[in-house]
């Protein structure tokens, strides 16, 4: 039957590679999922947090709240990973939970929107920093994007990425970045914080705030924890721990934020931070002057850089396996030995990541464009994932689960109605992009009738 074939083809390859061993500890999950979730998004998004929030109390009340339903989620991915545990993560629990329709149109929102939305919005974050290095006029930041975008997709068609050790060392310039805000803001900032100008009471100097938008736009800053589904097979510490390290996770990311919040509140203000493109460099030039504001605008750039390479070459191979199941898209699974890259696949993310820069660049307001393009999918993902939770105890009550989600069905309830009320955010207080990502999700259900035909066999 082809329910049955699609399902062994996303968890075989035709070469019949070993399968994942469990090599990683606890230490090192927290490591992962720490370091995927603090990216370069913290050195951006407190700006439009803040130009849709009232007061400081609120500001900083959103990252808590972000915390809080960060960590609900997380205890229901964490049933779900140790019950589960698949290198497909979200794509394994919503093919066991809805069939291969849902995955399908998951795999296909990786494709068109999530995972190369996230590559433009780590281009516009590096274009946006790097403008504030050396500009190239009105359109600069869209520029920088472009190149980014080009020039990481051509480099690892090359076969050539960076490797271990220079992770570890961009990784390391990202975490001193962050630390350097933090330490000259709390010691270095001058006693008065600035006045805002007249008439500007929010962060766009109008009087409305939306508290559902600046929740989306916390939540996608936290967004990546639940990358932590991919690495749930590979994990020696017992299926049981996975739970521990995302709980462990959550609570870090959520302290680093609350703290880096209130250093950008007392140096800048609610409506300093509002009115700022770059405001870990307007923070910076604050307490130690524009040359200290040109070092940070390197390390935020570098980490930008560096997400944006590592979600490239993650998103291709999503894109390859992609390829592998459905026979619409078997042009993906071409795999060039020589570079040891899924050629094709990188070529269409990066095409795909270059038409998402350009719609920011239509808007001329392009990092807001691209969230608001991914948000309304990415939620409704999450909302269908947190479902599948309940679809699963029913469905295969007899599975054995390591991790039970505590206050079992409160606890799911409450990430799904969290996920709900911000799906419906996503879409009631965003642009056009939200109806542009929306457009792209309908079109891969239009698409999905061709793989039944009989070549689908």
């Not at 399908?104 to 403008?131: C, E, H, N």
């Not at 330490?183 to 001058?190: K, R």
């Not at 309940?390 to 007899?398: A, G, N, T, V």
Request: some cysteine; charged content about 10%; aromatic content about 12%.
């Amino acid at each position: 039957m082809i329910e049955q074939d699609v399902d062994l083809s996303y968890q075989t390859n035709v070469e019949a590679p070993p399968e994942p061993k469990p090599v990683l500890g606890i230490v090192d999950a927290v490591a992962i999922i720490v370091g995927i979730v603090i990216g370069a998004g913290i050195f951006r998004t407190p700006s439009l947090v803040a130009s849709n929030t009232a007061t400081e109390a609120i500001f900083l009340s959103a990252w808590l709240l972000g915390g809080i339903i960060s960590l609900v989620g997380a205890l229901c991915y964490a049933e779900l990973t140790s019950a589960f545990p698949n290198t497909g993560g979200d794509y394994h629990f919503l093919h066991k939970a809805y069939g291969k329709r849902v995955a399908f149109l998951f795999a296909w929102a990786r494709l068109s929107v999530i995972q190369t939305g996230s590559i433009a919005l780590l281009a516009f974050i590096f274009g946006d920093y790097m403008t504030q290095i050396f500009s190239l006029g009105p359109y600069s930041s869209v520029i920088y994007a472009a190149l980014v975008v080009i020039s990481l997709t051509t480099i690892n068609i090359l076969g050539v990425s960076f490797g271990t050790g220079a992770q570890k060392l961009f990784t390391a310039f990202e975490v001193g970045g962050i630390l350097l805000v933090i330490i000259c803001g709390l010691l270095l900032a001058p006693g008065s914080m600035p006045a805002p100008p007249a008439g500007a009471e929010n962060a766009s100097g109008v009087t409305t705030t939306s508290m559902g938008l600046a929740m989306v736009i916390v939540l996608l800053t936290f967004g990546g924890w639940n990358e932590a589904a991919y690495i749930s097979a590979e994990l020696r510490s017992g299926k049981k721990q996975m739970a521990k390290a995302l709980i462990i996770s959550i609570i870090i990311i959520t302290a680093v934020y609350l703290l880096i919040s209130v250093t950008y509140l007392k140096v800048l203000g609610l409506s300093g931070m509002a009115r700022s493109e770059a405001v870990a460099v307007d923070l910076i030039q604050v307490t130690l002057g524009r040359s200290g504001a040109l070092l940070i605008a390197v390390l935020v750039a570098i980490s930008a850089l560096t997400s944006a390479n590592a979600t490239i070459f993650t998103g291709a191979r999503t894109n390859y396996a992609m390829g592998k199941d459905f026979h619409i898209f078997a042009g993906l699974a071409k795999w060039n030995r020589k570079t040891s890259a899924p050629v094709n696949a990188f070529i269409a993310q990066g095409v795909i990541s270059l038409i998402l820069v350009c719609l920011g660049f239509i808007t001329r307001n392009g990092f807001e464009t691209i969230i608001e393009y991914t948000a309304p999918v990415f939620w409704f993902f999450f909302l269908l994932t947190g479902l599948s939770l309940f679809i699963l105890r029913r469905k295969e009550p007899d599975v054995k689960r390591p991790f039970r989600v505590p206050l079992y069905p409160v606890t799911p309830i409450v990430f799904c109605f969290t996920s709900g009320y911000l799906l419906y955010s996503s879409l009631m207080y965003t642009g056009m992009g939200a109806f542009v990502g929306i457009g792209v999700l309908f079109a891969g259900i239009l698409i999905f009738p061709i793989l039944n035909k009989p070549k689908d066999l």
